[in-house]
């Protein structure tokens, strides 16, 4: 018998059908070894020695494939083709010669760019060793990232307090998000006009032409910048003669774009399907591990994550055996298509991404897929499909036309496309910028040259000009990519990180950056800019990628980063947190000293009118502060924009009255300090605040409002069954009601204000439905059943104080950040049972900690059994 390792349980469970009995298929859950998050698991000073750590579950799961492997013929690992995929093997591997099982057991590496029965039986006739180089690249990437962010992280948190970390990629990656922020602000809008004339043929047919001349002189998009000239444009138009005076149609081809690499199915994804990239790489990993088709198992789709466009040569012959068979032989060109990478190494794997059988068109397969993966694989398909079709024809006209009006002329200009063939767009239309698609789309009448036109109106409309919009996830990912910054495997977790960290924010699906993430990068240029250029972490992308094939050693690399980097980490270690203060106070200039309505000096404080403001560390974080403190108790969150005098601040300059409580006569006040906004009533140590809650809006407040903020908590009613009372009220972890020291989530702020009793008894029943066992400590209600475990009671999804969890007996696994509990698999939930029993087991004793060691076998083996999305997370 053979051992196969993979990552995945999905992925095992698909491989093991096609192998049969005489193989062992069993899954690492991606990867089994990290690097400690603490310092000294990088060593420079000793060659750059690297120390690994196996966490429980993993430890299990290799003690799992240890006893496998000692009784088996051989090892043969077959985890993802590319550097991550290299990467587990070579770690798997380490650890099993480090047991001693191995002996003398041949051990082979096989790779399969498809997850069909075809590509496994030829990649297991197909062996070769582990690839060094790519390894290398793995352990020099990997070197890098802990080096820089256990080295310049502590930096960030002794010099701006608030900061989260930084990374090689991560900070890069934010600082185009901040430097686009920046170039908004300084963006200064231009007022221009535009004239158009809705012109007739003699056969009555109508069309619009746009303004290109006025007497004589060509006319840019801005030469018209007031209303006078755009009235006195028309008011000449309207009193001409028009004529064409020539008609030029030129036929034009357009050709299809390659089949997805990552980066542009996660724009694709992104722009006509709303995925963020990381729910992209989900989809398309479960496509990629084997969905049941009709009784079969297959992967749909070859592996996601390559920046190559070119297609196996059989995949080309399949897709175009298909366009014939789905579109006809007209729209299938002579010779087949073939495509080039414009990345330079192109090492993460070789293929496209594409279907693994183009017969499964997307209307054959939905029936067996969720919405999402129907959607996904949608694209996948008819972007593949096309990348082998034939151009699409269309024809261009342009249409130059002559107004008169005594000795004063203009010119004129009509533009429309017409579709003569279709082409490969018969089966894929890329979202276009939407002025394009108006004047593609548009169709001009029969116009010949010579004869004269009828003039219907005249329309002069004013514009401004709009500075660059904020990135979105795509056209992030496509300027990163643009810039060589990051590669396929690392965009989505690049991204995740930066909101994780909330360093930015996304709102209408554009990237936003926070206060905080724009004062990380304004230090990092302004003390590291180095290694936060786009040029420089683009060559260091070279470097590695020269060091997976095979062209430079990854120790030189290291040294050669390390010698400059940790000297200047060095020097930046004695700079003065005043030094600091006074670089950032210049380079977040708009931002910490926004324009004051009145005309005033920014910088001078509105409350004393004396003392100069400035950025202030505290321990929260950066807050603009007046110098006369304590004298002068000024703050201002860093940027928060200033009222009409630039006056929002916590003191009694910024406060805003509201009125009087109406039984106590004290004033209410609406005031904004270091933690943000919050109403006040009364004043020194017995006042009464209140926070305003998220969603909530300054310019929104009023007495009402900030009476039922004062009022919380607010007593609902007494319980019917225990006489007590039940309360609402606002809290850490957001709106809530609360019995007898039970407290239940509400969905809304608003529910606060008008939950009634009957309601809130319900919520409260709900949370206790049962207790979980420990000290008292009660166990909320299912939001989900998924079913019974392998090893017997149901597993449930609940929703918790500190979040939602599944629960299986005694075992309570907290699901991932962002994760919709409405959409847990039960494969999902056994993985996580599997991982929290690991743990909890090492502990030491406690009734459910000792539950959960004995089940920790039992779920082990079930989420060996059941297909599972985790590895999306080794890369992803």
Same mark, same amino acid.
């Given at each position: 018998?053979?051992?196969?390792?993979?990552?995945?349980?999905?992925?095992?469970?698909?491989?093991?059908?096609?192998?049969?009995?005489?193989?062992?298929?069993?899954?690492?859950?991606?990867?089994?070894?990290?690097?400690?998050?603490?310092?000294?698991?990088?060593?420079?000073?000793?060659?750059?020695?690297?120390?690994?750590?196996?966490?429980?579950?993993?430890?299990?799961?290799?003690?799992?494939?240890?006893?496998?492997?000692?009784?088996?013929?051989?090892?043969?690992?077959?985890?993802?083709?590319?550097?991550?995929?290299?990467?587990?093997?070579?770690?798997?591997?380490?650890?099993?010669?480090?047991?001693?099982?191995?002996?003398?057991?041949?051990?082979?590496?096989?790779?399969?760019?498809?997850?069909?029965?075809?590509?496994?039986?030829?990649?297991?006739?197909?062996?070769?060793?582990?690839?060094?180089?790519?390894?290398?690249?793995?352990?020099?990437?990997?070197?890098?990232?802990?080096?820089?962010?256990?080295?310049?992280?502590?930096?960030?948190?002794?010099?701006?307090?608030?900061?989260?970390?930084?990374?090689?990629?991560?900070?890069?990656?934010?600082?185009?998000?901040?430097?686009?922020?920046?170039?908004?602000?300084?963006?200064?809008?231009?007022?221009?006009?535009?004239?158009?004339?809705?012109?007739?043929?003699?056969?009555?047919?109508?069309?619009?032409?746009?303004?290109?001349?006025?007497?004589?002189?060509?006319?840019?998009?801005?030469?018209?910048?007031?209303?006078?000239?755009?009235?006195?444009?028309?008011?000449?138009?309207?009193?001409?003669?028009?004529?064409?005076?020539?008609?030029?149609?030129?036929?034009?081809?357009?050709?299809?774009?390659?089949?997805?690499?990552?980066?542009?199915?996660?724009?694709?994804?992104?722009?006509?399907?709303?995925?963020?990239?990381?729910?992209?790489?989900?989809?398309?990993?479960?496509?990629?591990?084997?969905?049941?088709?009709?009784?079969?198992?297959?992967?749909?789709?070859?592996?996601?994550?390559?920046?190559?466009?070119?297609?196996?040569?059989?995949?080309?012959?399949?897709?175009?055996?298909?366009?014939?068979?789905?579109?006809?032989?007209?729209?299938?060109?002579?010779?087949?298509?073939?495509?080039?990478?414009?990345?330079?190494?192109?090492?993460?794997?070789?293929?496209?991404?594409?279907?693994?059988?183009?017969?499964?068109?997307?209307?054959?397969?939905?029936?067996?897929?969720?919405?999402?993966?129907?959607?996904?694989?949608?694209?996948?398909?008819?972007?593949?499909?096309?990348?082998?079709?034939?151009?699409?024809?269309?024809?261009?006209?342009?249409?130059?036309?002559?107004?008169?009006?005594?000795?004063?002329?203009?010119?004129?200009?009509?533009?429309?496309?017409?579709?003569?063939?279709?082409?490969?767009?018969?089966?894929?239309?890329?979202?276009?910028?939407?002025?394009?698609?108006?004047?593609?789309?548009?169709?001009?009448?029969?116009?010949?040259?010579?004869?004269?036109?009828?003039?219907?109106?005249?329309?002069?409309?004013?514009?401004?000009?709009?500075?660059?919009?904020?990135?979105?996830?795509?056209?992030?990912?496509?300027?990163?990519?643009?810039?060589?910054?990051?590669?396929?495997?690392?965009?989505?977790?690049?991204?995740?990180?930066?909101?994780?960290?909330?360093?930015?924010?996304?709102?209408?699906?554009?990237?936003?950056?926070?206060?905080?993430?724009?004062?990380?990068?304004?230090?990092?240029?302004?003390?590291?800019?180095?290694?936060?250029?786009?040029?420089?972490?683009?060559?260091?992308?070279?470097?590695?990628?020269?060091?997976?094939?095979?062209?430079?050693?990854?120790?030189?690399?290291?040294?050669?980063?390390?010698?400059?980097?940790?000297?200047?980490?060095?020097?930046?270690?004695?700079?003065?947190?005043?030094?600091?203060?006074?670089?950032?106070?210049?380079?977040?200039?708009?931002?910490?000293?926004?324009?004051?309505?009145?005309?005033?000096?920014?910088?001078?404080?509105?409350?004393?009118?004396?003392?100069?403001?400035?950025?202030?560390?505290?321990?929260?974080?950066?807050?603009?502060?007046?110098?006369?403190?304590?004298?002068?108790?000024?703050?201002?969150?860093?940027?928060?924009?200033?009222?009409?005098?630039?006056?929002?601040?916590?003191?009694?300059?910024?406060? @805003?009255?509201? &009125?009087?409580? /109406?039984? +106590?006569?004290?004033? *209410?006040?609406?005031?904004? =300090? $270091?933690? #943000? !906004?919050? %109403?006040?009533?009364?004043?020194?140590?017995?006042?009464?605040?209140?926070?305003?809650?998220?969603?909530?809006?300054?310019?929104?407040?009023?007495?009402?409002?900030?009476?039922?903020?004062?009022?919380?908590? @607010?007593?609902? &009613?007494?319980? /019917?069954? +225990?006489?007590?009372? *039940?309360?609402?009220?606002? =809290? $850490?972890? #957001? !709106?809530? %009601?609360?019995?007898?020291?039970?407290?239940?989530?509400?969905?809304?702020?608003?529910?606060?204000?008008?939950?009634?009793?009957?309601?809130?008894?319900?919520?409260?029943?709900?949370?206790?439905?049962?207790?979980?066992?420990?000290?008292?400590?009660?166990?909320?209600?299912?939001?989900?059943?998924?079913?019974?475990?392998?090893? #017997?009671?149901?597993?449930?999804?609940?929703?918790?104080?500190?979040?939602?969890?599944?629960?299986?007996?005694?075992?309570?696994?907290?699901?991932?950040?962002?994760?919709?509990?409405?959409?847990?698999?039960?494969?999902?939930?056994?993985?996580?049972?599997?991982?929290?029993?690991?743990?909890?087991?090492?502990?030491?004793?406690?009734?459910?900690?000792?539950?959960?060691?004995?089940?920790?076998?039992?779920?082990?083996?079930?989420?060996?059994?059941?297909?599972?999305?985790?590895?999306?997370?080794?890369?992803?």
């Amino acid at each position: 018998m053979d051992v196969v390792v993979v990552e995945s349980p999905a992925k095992a469970k698909t491989i093991n059908k096609y192998l049969g009995s005489n193989y062992k298929v069993l899954a690492s859950f991606g990867h089994v070894r990290d690097l400690p998050a603490k310092d000294g698991s990088v060593r420079p000073d000793d060659d750059f020695s690297m120390s690994w750590e196996v966490d429980g579950p993993s430890s299990k799961r290799l003690g799992d494939i240890a006893r496998a492997v000692k009784d088996a013929d051989s090892l043969i690992l077959a985890t993802d083709p590319d550097r991550e995929g290299e990467a587990i093997s070579w770690h798997v591997l380490d650890v099993l010669r480090q047991k001693k099982v191995l002996k003398d057991k041949p051990v082979r590496r096989v790779v399969f760019n498809a997850i069909t029965r075809q590509s496994v039986l030829d990649a297991m006739a197909n062996p070769r060793d582990i690839d060094a180089p790519l390894v290398d690249a793995y352990l020099a990437r990997r070197a890098l990232d802990y080096l820089v962010g256990f080295t310049l992280s502590p930096v960030l948190w002794r010099k701006l307090p608030g900061a989260r970390s930084a990374g090689r990629v991560q900070s890069v990656a934010l600082r185009l998000v901040c430097d686009r922020e920046a170039e908004i602000e300084r963006f200064v809008r231009e007022e221009y006009w535009q004239i158009a004339a809705l012109l007739a043929t003699p056969r009555t047919e109508e069309f619009e032409a746009r303004l290109t001349g006025f007497e004589g002189k060509k006319l840019q998009k801005l030469d018209i910048k007031t209303a006078d000239q755009a009235a006195d444009i028309r008011a000449m138009l309207e009193g001409a003669s028009f004529k064409a005076l020539s008609v030029d149609a030129k036929p034009t081809r357009r050709n299809p774009s390659p089949p997805f690499t990552t980066s542009t199915l996660q724009q694709a994804a992104s722009s006509q399907l709303g995925f963020s990239a990381s729910r992209t790489m989900q989809v398309a990993q479960r496509l990629y591990e084997g969905v049941d088709v009709g009784g079969e198992a297959a992967g749909l789709i070859t592996y996601m994550r390559t920046d190559g466009v070119q297609m196996a040569p059989e995949a080309i012959a399949a897709a175009r055996s298909a366009i014939g068979a789905e579109f006809g032989e007209k729209y299938l060109p002579e010779k087949p298509r073939y495509y080039s990478t414009k990345a330079k190494n192109a090492q993460e794997a070789h293929e496209a991404i594409r279907p693994t059988d183009f017969r499964r068109t997307p209307a054959s397969v939905r029936k067996y897929l969720d919405p999402d993966q129907a959607r996904l694989y949608e694209i996948v398909w008819k972007r593949a499909i096309a990348s082998q079709m034939n151009p699409a024809e269309i024809e261009r006209t342009t249409v130059e036309i002559e107004a008169v009006n005594g000795a004063r002329t203009a010119a004129l200009r009509a533009v429309g496309s017409v579709v003569r063939f279709d082409g490969f767009l018969a089966a894929y239309t890329e979202n276009r910028d939407e002025d394009a698609e108006d004047e593609e789309s548009r169709r001009l009448p029969q116009i010949a040259a010579g004869e004269a036109l009828a003039r219907r109106s005249v329309t002069a409309t004013q514009h401004t000009t709009e500075p660059p919009p904020r990135y979105s996830e795509a056209s992030l990912i496509r300027k990163m990519e643009e810039l060589g910054i990051g590669r396929p495997s690392t965009y989505a977790a690049t991204l995740k990180t930066l909101e994780d960290r909330d360093y930015v924010t996304i709102e209408r699906r554009r990237l936003v950056p926070q206060a905080k993430g724009r004062l990380v990068t304004a230090f990092l240029e302004s003390f590291f800019e180095r290694y936060v250029e786009y040029d420089f972490t683009a060559a260091l992308e070279e470097k590695l990628d020269e060091i997976s094939d095979g062209k430079l050693a990854w120790k030189d690399v290291l040294r050669d980063f390390w010698r400059d980097f940790s000297g200047h980490v060095d020097e930046i270690k004695e700079l003065r947190v005043a030094d600091v203060l006074d670089a950032l106070n210049e380079e977040l200039a708009p931002l910490v000293f926004p324009a004051r309505e009145d005309g005033g000096n920014p910088r001078i404080c509105p409350k004393c009118g004396t003392g100069n403001l400035s950025l202030k560390l505290g321990r929260f974080g950066a807050f603009v502060g007046c110098s006369n403190y304590p004298e002068c108790g000024y703050t201002r969150q860093l940027g928060e924009a200033a009222n009409g005098n630039g006056e929002a601040a916590n003191g009694e300059a910024g406060d @805003r009255p509201l &009125g009087k409580d /109406p039984y +106590t006569q004290e004033e *209410i006040v609406l005031k904004n =300090g $270091r933690f #943000g !906004p919050y %109403v006040q009533r009364g004043d020194g140590k017995e006042a009464k605040r209140a926070s305003l809650p998220k969603g909530w809006k300054v310019e929104d407040m009023d007495h009402e409002k900030a009476l039922a903020l004062l009022a919380l908590p @607010r007593d609902v &009613g007494q319980h /019917p069954e +225990t006489g007590k009372m *039940i309360s609402a009220g606002i =809290g $850490r972890y #957001g !709106p809530f %009601v609360l019995h007898d020291g039970t407290y239940a989530n509400l969905e809304t702020v608003e529910d606060v204000f008008c939950i009634g009793l009957n309601r809130a008894v319900t919520v409260i029943a709900e949370k206790r439905s049962k207790f979980a066992g420990g000290k008292g400590r009660v166990a909320a209600a299912a939001l989900k059943e998924l079913g019974d475990h392998p090893d #017997g009671g149901p597993i449930t999804v609940r929703d918790g104080r500190y979040g939602p969890y599944v629960n299986w007996g005694k075992v309570n696994a907290t699901l991932p950040k962002g994760k919709d509990p409405a959409t847990v698999t039960v494969e999902e939930a056994l993985e996580l049972i599997a991982a929290k029993a690991g743990k909890t087991g090492a502990g030491k004793g406690g009734g459910a900690k000792k539950a959960a060691t004995r089940k920790a076998p039992a779920a082990k083996k079930a989420s060996a059994r059941a297909p599972a999305k985790k590895t999306a997370s080794k890369k992803d």
